[in-house]
Structure formats: structure tokens, C-alpha cells
């Protein structure tokens, strides 16, 4: 089955930039969507089909995907976006289709 | 405005079964394909299944095949997740979660279900 691998962790100071990947034997060829989860709450999407914004995610969130690599950029970091963030993709390419989501990465604003 | 409002926590004993819904408001209910997701204490999202609100097809991930039965109607606008032979391996927050075509990214999700397997 198709894996996605995120680091546990990631930490940054408010104001700088932040950096989550999710890698994946050819993600490039996939569509990835990233999503924010802080305690208690539901996932939240915040980047769609590798780098696209819904509507109220501001522009400081913004994604690529080339390769084995999928990368959540987080532009000026601020206080708010601490939360775990998880990557997904949909695998077609297994006897059994279906969603799979990176372990999630946990975002630490210092 | 568009939401999805899923029932209440449930506490059920080994062996028992669960069913989890989640109502659909402020769109077409049948043009949206639903997702269900469950995460585990303190652990990451894990897919389980989709089904398609128009013709009632569904989807399981294979885990789960078995066990994971997922219904609609389209009278009230509902979904239905219900999981058998529950362990406690399954205490989780369940959630729907809706996409206008299967391959796509999960715009809004319910507000998740708590379900509490214990004896």
C-alpha cells in the first residue's frame, strides 16, 4: 500500500517560515491536500490539489509537489497556526483504492 | 450555510456495534460524495471508507472490510457509518467528511463523533 511519511515534528519562530513535507514514491504524480488540525477540532483544509487555497486560508499557506517530495509552506508564521498538520492523497494504484494520509507533522511556533 | 452535524458520543462494551451519522445541510445533498475518517487518541487520521449519497455505492478500506457498513438517505439527507464487533482498539473520534468527486480533497468535515469502547 501507497505510504506517506511526515516528520513528527517541525518547530519555528513566530515570523519565519515554515516547512512540512510529505514524501511519497512519486507523489509528484498525485494531487496532495494538506490539512490543519488544532486540539479538539476537526481537520481544517488548508491547501488542495498541491498548492491551491479554499477561500479563507490566507495567503501565507501555500504548497508544492515535485518528485518523491510534497512541501506545506507556512509564510511569517504566527502564534495561531500551531496545530498538527496532515498530508493526503488519493492511491489508485493498489489492488484497493482508497485515501491515504501522511502521520501528521506538529507545528511548535517557539 | 453548508455543515454537517453528526450525532452524539457513544460508549458501547467489546462486541457491540455503533452507528454514527451525519446530516447534510445548505447543499445538494446528492452531489457530494462522503468520507469517513477516524482518529485515535493522541494518533493521526485513518481513512475508512466512501460512499456515493446518489446511488448508495460504497467503498471500504480493507481494514475494515467486514466490519464497516455505510448507508444513506436521501429523505433526510443522513449518512450512516455503523462499525460491528467493536474492540477497544476502536475508541475513537469518527468523522464525515464530504467531497465533490472521490479523488478530491475533503472540504468540510463534521464536527466528529467520540466513540468510547469499554467494558
Known amino acids: 500500500s501507497y505510504v506517506l511519511t511526515q516528520p513528527p515534528s517541525v518547530s519555528v519562530a513566530p515570523g519565519q517560515t515554515a516547512r512540512i513535507t510529505c514524501g511519497g514514491n512519486?507523489?509528484?504524480?498525485?494531487?496532495v491536500h494538506w490539512y490543519q488540525q488544532k486540539p479538539g477540532q476537526a481537520p481544517v483544509l488548508v491547501v488542495y490539489?498541491?498548492?491551491d487555497r479554499p477561500s479563507g486560508i490566507p495567503e501565507r499557506f501555500s504548497g508544492s509537489n515535485s518528485g518523491n517530495t510534497a512541501t506545506l509552506t507556512i509564510s511569517r508564521v504566527e502564534a495561531g497556526d500551531e496545530a498538527d498538520y496532515y498530508c493526503?492523497?488519493?492511491?489508485?494504484?493498489?489492488?484497493?483504492?482508497?485515501?491515504?494520509f501522511g502521520g501528521g507533522t506538529k507545528l511548535t511556533v517557539l | 450555510q453548508v455543515q454537517l452535524v453528526q450525532s452524539g458520543a457513544e460508549v458501547k462494551k467489546p462486541g457491540a456495534s455503533v452507528k454514527v451519522s451525519c446530516k447534510a445541510s445548505?447543499?445538494?445533498?446528492?452531489?457530494?460524495?462522503m468520507h469517513w475518517v477516524r482518529q485515535a487518541p493522541g494518533q493521526g487520521l485513518e481513512w475508512m471508507g466512501i460512499?456515493?449519497?446518489?446511488?448508495?455505492?460504497?467503498s471500504y478500506a480493507q481494514k475494515f472490510q467486514g466490519r464497516v457498513t455505510m448507508t444513506r438517505d436521501t429523505s433526510t439527507s443522513t449518512v450512516y457509518m455503523e462499525l460491528s464487533s467493536l474492540r477497544s482498539e476502536d475508541t475513537a473520534v469518527y468523522y464525515c467528511?464530504?467531497?465533490?468527486?472521490?479523488?478530491?480533497?475533503?472540504?468540510?468535515w463534521g464536527q466528529g463523533t467520540m466513540v468510547t469502547v469499554s467494558s
Open positions: 445548505g447543499y445538494t445533498f446528492t452531489s457530494y460524495y
Open positions: 467528511a464530504r467531497v465533490p468527486i472521490v479523488v478530491a480533497a475533503f472540504d468540510i
Open positions: 512519486n507523489i509528484g504524480s498525485k494531487s
Open positions: 493526503q492523497v488519493w492511491d489508485s494504484s493498489s489492488d484497493h483504492p482508497g485515501v491515504v
Open positions: 490539489d498541491d498548492s
Open positions: 460512499i456515493n449519497p446518489s446511488g448508495g455505492s460504497t
